[in-house]
Antibody, heavy 120, light 106 residues
């Protein structure tokens, strides 16, 4: 069964750092496109970052320069390093198995999410 | 950035009703995806490529549209359909979602 399970969320002070993990099963992380999507409390979905099969990465402007997406093939795990955290980064962070083609793409498989709360 | 606007933002309907949710993009996109999110749960992909129903999704769901205007229709609402629905484009980065349409029981 294809699934992803996020972990690593928690309560962190403004300006702090946190690393989120997304353990995958049923597929190989490094052979697929993988994304992070977040959802602030009571708000809609917001794309955060994507890593391509070739290692190319893209970020939303709101996190560029502060967040880093990476993967570990030996652990079949996707990561999101969150640095210089702000109150507006408070959200549930979802990992998603992604399909991307020229001009289109979808988030096909989602984890249950991990909550990040940034306190001031 | 391509902005996605859904309307209505919320709708009340009864079991058995037909409901249509619209999504408008600020520029022409070729394909659109739709997601369903039940309270406290992760989103679930319902439709890809504007009208391609995902495996296991009931046939009462359908998607259509082109250019900048797209829609999701539920032909006969069932109790489990009451949720929030999001559209999403990936024509260009940043990938963007609509603000969501909350479908409530009347």
């Amino acid at each position: 069964e294809v699934q992803v399970v996020e972990s690593g969320g928690g309560l962190i002070q403004r300006g702090g750092s946190l690393r989120l993990s997304c353990a995958a099963s049923g597929f190989i992380v490094s052979s697929n496109y993988m994304s992070w999507v977040r959802q602030a409390p009571g708000k809609g979905l917001a794309w955060v970052s994507i890593t391509y099969i070739d290692g190319t990465t893209y970020y939303a402007d709101s996190v560029k320069g502060r967040f880093i997406i990476s993967r570990d093939s030996s652990r079949n795990t996707l990561y999101l390093q969150l640095n210089s955290l702000r109150a507006e980064d408070t959200a549930v962070y979802y990992c998603a198995y992604t399909n991307i083609w020229p001009g289109r793409g979808t988030f096909d498989i989602w984890g249950q999410g991990t909550m990040v709360i940034v306190s001031s | 950035d391509i902005q996605m606007t859904q309307f209505p933002s919320s709708v009340s309907a009864s079991v058995g009703d037909r409901v249509t949710i619209t999504c408008r993009a600020t520029e022409t996109i070729t394909y659109l995806a739709w997601y369903q999110q039940r309270p406290g749960k992760a989103p679930k992909l319902l439709i890809s490529d504007t009208s391609n129903l995902q495996s296991g999704v009931p046939s009462r769901f359908s998607g259509s549209g082109s250019g900048t205007d797209f829609s999701l229709t539920i032909s006969s609402l069932q109790p489990e359909d009451f949720a929030t629905y999001y559209c999403q484009q990936a024509k260009s980065f940043p990938i963007t979602f609509g603000q969501g349409t909350r479908l409530e029981i009347k």
